[in-house]
C-alpha cells in the first residue's frame, strides 16, 4: 500500500505507532480517514484521559481536529462520517456528542454510527471517535508534496 499516505502527528500519535504499529490517518483519493480518537491530548507523549465523560468526549472532539489538520485536511467542516464507540453509551454521553456536533459542524449533519461497547483501547478510555473527511483541495496538494 505504498501510495496511501499514512500520518502520525507528533506526541500520542508517534507513540502509539511505535507501541501499537498503527496510524492515525490515512489518505485515501479525496478521502481521510482518521483512526479512533480518544479522549487524550494528542500533543502529550502518553495517553491521559480526563475521568468526566464529558471531558473526554471534548477531548476527543479536539484529537480528531488535530489528527485531520495533521493530514493536511481542515478539520471538522469536511467530516461527512463519524462512528463513536462509548463506554458506557447513555444519554450523557449521546448528550455530549450532540454538543460537540453542533459545535463543531454548525453548517452541516454528517452521518453517524453510535454504538456501546465493553472495552476500548485503553482502561481509561470511554470513547472512540473515528471519522472520515473529504478533501479533494488537500488530496491535490497532498500529492504534489510527493510528485
Known sequence: MADLQYYNYP?????????YSYSQAVRVGDTIH??????WDPEREEQVFPTEINQQ?????????????????KGWSQVFRVNSYHLPLNNEALAAMTRNFKK???DHQPIWTCVGVTRLGEDD????IEVQAYDPEGAKAAKNKTS
Open 34 to 39: 482518521c483512526s479512533g480518537q480518544g479522549g
Open 11 to 19: 506526541g500520542v500519535g508517534t507513540t502509539n505507532q511505535k507501541l
Open 57 to 73: 468526549i471534548d477531548q476527543a472532539f479536539r484529537a480528531v481536529d488535530h489528527t485531520l489538520k495533521h493530514a493536511g485536511g
Open 104 to 106: 463543531w459542524m454548525p
Open 125 to 128: 478510555m470511554r470513547v472512540e
